[in-house]
């Protein structure tokens, strides 16, 4: 296993996160329910969707090394794009409607009697709220574009979940403290730029075949 693939994997995937729907909606079951029941059932959704990029990913590596370098070029360009519009996104003064994650939060994590919300039903609930909301996101395609562009699975699904499993702890201790100490633009800037500088690897190595 390449450990500098997980390492890398994990910045990227991480910066890629915090700003993303599934930090806040995160943030909003963790004031609502017990942390650790909470980070268990997004533990379990983020695993499932590293596990269905990272395969997705392996089989796209494939292809021809040039095709790959080419369209992985690519890719890393739109997330780049793509982070920084859900960098100003989240970082607005205010949304003219709550996207579907925090939409689905707040339905799912409104008040309960405490003995209703049992480890079973906050879990399962967690799990669905972030398994909807990343299905097709900019975290699973950056896994599976990493995946393709490394041709290292077991190293990107580790540094991939671990990275997301962090955010998630992060969101769920204390997301909004977080969020004073490095601000959205911040971290949006930062995560295009490692996009960017892939971008960038990829399209060198595609030129060179």
């Given at each position: 296993m390449s450990i500098t693939t997980a390492l890398i994997t994990f910045g990227v995937i991480f910066l890629a996160e915090l700003p993303d729907k599934t930090m806040v909606a995160s943030l909003v079951l963790g004031s609502r329910f017990r942390p650790l029941h909470v980070w268990a059932g997004v533990a379990l959704a983020f695993v499932v969707h590293v596990t269905v990029a990272v395969a997705a990913g392996s089989a796209f590596s494939l292809l021809p090394?040039?095709?790959?370098?080419?369209?992985?070029?690519?890719?890393f360009v739109v997330g780049a794009v793509l982070v920084l519009r859900e960098g100003r996104e989240s970082d607005g003064p205010e949304?003219?409607?709550?996207?579907?994650?925090?939409?689905?939060?707040?339905?799912?994590?409104?008040?309960?009697p405490a003995a209703a919300a049992t480890f079973w039903r906050v879990a399962a609930t967690s799990f669905g709220v972030v398994f909807v909301a990343e299905l097709g996101d900019l975290t699973q395609i950056s896994t599976a574009n990493l995946a393709a562009r490394f041709d290292a699975p077991v190293a990107v699904w580790i540094g991939a979940v671990l990275a997301l499993w962090t955010v998630a702890g992060l969101a769920i201790a204390g997301g909004r403290g977080l969020l004073r100490l490095l601000p959205i633009a911040v971290i949006t800037r930062i995560a295009a730029g490692a996009f960017l500088v892939l971008a960038v690897v990829s399209a060198i190595e595609a030129v060179r075949g």
């Open positions: 090394h040039r095709i790959v370098d080419t369209i992985t070029a690519v890719l949304r003219d409607e709550p996207d579907r994650a925090d939409a689905a939060a707040e339905r799912t994590a409104s008040p309960a």
